[in-house]
């Protein structure tokens, strides 16, 4: 029956493992939880089945088979409602580099093919790796689907994607922008269009994840056209802890002048930077706003830095898009800091958006709508839903398969 489907979804991170499993049709998510420190000295796993939560200790040393060997003995063991429901198990996989333009059912070219983007996101996709050999041991009978981040914008134009480097760079060593958050901008631009009831295909929205990592994109009736991500998840706004766009001369200099090794660099540039580096107090956009309302100058600035720089993409994303029909705010950041949202919208004036004040103050936990005054360019709040996005990706792979 197609409201019984469920699917199980796993975001493997290098230490961590995310799993929830989600009604591809509603997006309800009926258990969710993480297991956490693996591979450490005290790993635990917490769930959540709707409204209950709860915690165990896992063994020390537990890895991520360990921690899905517990999911599977210990929590959907109890839930005998789901045993015939599970449909497939969807991966979250960052880096699909130009091999994947869309989500794949995994088999061994699959796998091949994603250890060969490995050294794109090397902390990341060998653990996407670990969760989906573990997930295949452990669910042998399931289809197992991977959706990866990059997938979303590898309809970039070359115009886009492209550095101005040697070509031979990006010809040999396949030197470019990927882009990430892919499932996310694609979500909530799929929602802005129902939201504004436009057709998907001819409505152009500009969409700014903003979470601990942050990313804008540039969306072309549902089509991927500019993202703000580049080869890494470095590039582009400035994020919790990740500098974002730099002159790459300061790096030269970094390494030559200061002495810096490669290690350090990616140190500074990925754990010491962005809201955290310049406010020399956090990474956390919550505990910022407080300091900057209690008048700490160095918070203060490193918010204002954040919402220039998100600004100024915006304009410069009306470029590829010509008509914006929706300006979409979403991530922990872009979904709950009426702050962010403020101020970014200030300097927007220059291209004609306006802030209703009483509706952004409202859009906050969940909250969905507009925040922009009528008669002015559309600004919206749209939370996102990435497993819902892999539950209907998995969904629809499997079903594809004419079994
Ligand atoms: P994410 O990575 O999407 O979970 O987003 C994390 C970021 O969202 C952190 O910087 C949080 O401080 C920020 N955030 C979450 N809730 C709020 C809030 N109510 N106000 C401001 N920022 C928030």
Known sequence: MAHSRQVLIFNTGSSSLKFAVVDPGSGEASLSGIADSLGGPEPALEWKIRDNEEQIQLSTGANHGDAIRVLVEEILAGLPELHGQLVAVGHRVVHGGEEFA???LIDSQVIEAIEKCA???????????????????????????????????QTLPQHAFLYALPYQLYREHKIRRYG????????VSERAAALLQRPLSKTN???AHLGNGASITAVKGGVSVDTSMGMTPLEGLVMGSRCGDIDPGVLVHLGDALEYSPEALNQVLNRESGLLGISELSNDCRELEQAATDGHRGALLALE????RLAKYVAAYTLPLRRVHGLVFTGGIGENSSWIRARTMHWLGAISYELDSQQNEQMRYG???LISRAGTPPALVIPTNEEWVIARDAARLVEGRGT
């Open 119 to 153: 050294h794109l996101a090397p902390l990341h996709n060998p653990a996407a790796l670990a969760g989906i050999r573990a997930a295949k041991q452990a669910f042998p009978e399931l289809p197992q689907v991977a959706v990866f981040d990059t997938a979303f914008h």
């Open 102 to 104: 869309d989500s794949a």
């Open 205 to 207: 929205t500009i969409t």
């Open 180 to 187: 990430m958050h892919g499932t996310s901008h694609k979500f």
């Open 305 to 308: 830095i954040f919402c220039y």
């Open 367 to 369: 909250a969905e709508g």
